[in-house]
């Protein structure tokens, strides 16, 4: 039964949020296309991933989430928040708009998410030409909001990868340090702890 | 206990450890009726009777996934029918897969899996399916195509 022996340690539900173009999807996504990649994929779109990373060696599992277009209509609902215990806050480098609404962001999941929630700032598109935000900008915001700070680039992997490692290692610190108990992600997410009722899982969303 | 991992040696990302004892034997056809992909290296032409594919009822026993959206047109009946080719006429498929005991049948493709690192599939996909003997037992099911991947 799959359901009985678990094969990690801890699991983290983690939100991508920010203005639709700031390249939340390609976060998540590489829109490369080739015979591999056909475009019905592409089209139907991506619900969710889920990576694997070692914190101190221990095995988290990471799912990953798209606002997938809502924030247009700023119709995210409370459920997207619900159970989250990672937010990625993203801007684009390229666009001063993206970058002024961040506090708006911070606003809504502060009033959305939960109290424990962890949250980071990213400044996306970080290899374009045509920024107009600066390195410091960020760091700056970052640091009156108090939330790290991470530029980084959807071409380059290594770097989209750091991102998601580094959310992970911080919530995992604050696990550890007993400020955000897994408890309270597996009341707000039942399903996903609770073993052998696998029927509605993938439908969460 | 063997590892699934991507197809393409530039990516190897790994995808779940197969548990031999839920691999099970589906009509070849199923490539087709899901569009799996196929390993780049595999001969078309040569087309076995039956392809293995890996049932994973719980979605967090995958190391690494990607999970599309639900499919549009996911009916099985739909997806025999935009496969069905001009020599096989008006054969339909049924799937039917013995996992944990039972057997059911499935009735929906309900979403695709891809590589988690490249993006690159489907690999497998969501399924709801039916209990064969009760015929109203539902439930979702996860099915790795083991010939889109590296084991």
Known sequence: ?205 | MSKAVCAFKTCSCKIITINDSNVVNLPHHAIETFHLMRKGTQDAASNPENSDFLIVGDVWDFDNIGVSKDIPSSDITELNKESATVTEGSTTYTYEINYEGKTWTVTKCVKYLICADCDKGPIGMICEVINKDTASDKRLLHLLSLESVTH
């Open chain 1, 1 to 205: 039964m799959s359901g009985n022996n678990k094969n990690y340690d801890s699991i983290m539900k983690i939100l991508l949020i920010g203005d639709s173009g700031v390249g939340k999807s390609c976060l998540l996504v590489r829109f490369v296309e080739d015979k591999f990649s056909p475009s019905f994929i592409t089209t139907i779109g991506i619900d969710f991933k889920i990576k694997t990373v070692d914190i101190n060696g221990k095995k988290v599992k990471l799912q990953l989430w798209d606002t997938a277009g809502q924030e247009r209509f700023r119709t995210i609902t409370t459920a997207y928040y619900r159970g989250a215990m990672g937010i990625i806050l993203v801007y684009d480098v390229t666009d001063e708009r993206t970058f002024t609404n961040v506090n708006q962001w911070f606003k809504t999941v502060s009033d959305h998410a939960n109290d424990d929630a962890q949250l980071l700032l990213v400044g996306n598109k970080s290899d374009m030409d045509t920024r107009v935000v600066s390195y410091e900008q960020g760091e700056s915001l970052a640091k009156e909001l108090g939330l790290p700070f991470i530029e980084a680039s959807a071409k380059d992997d290594t770097n989209v990868n750091d991102i998601f490692f580094t959310l992970a290692k911080l919530i995992q610190e604050k696990i550890d340090n007993n400020k955000m108990s897994d408890g309270g992600a597996q009341d707000s997410n039942v399903n996903i702890k609770s073993g052998n009722d696998t029927g509605s899982k993938s439908n969460c969303c």
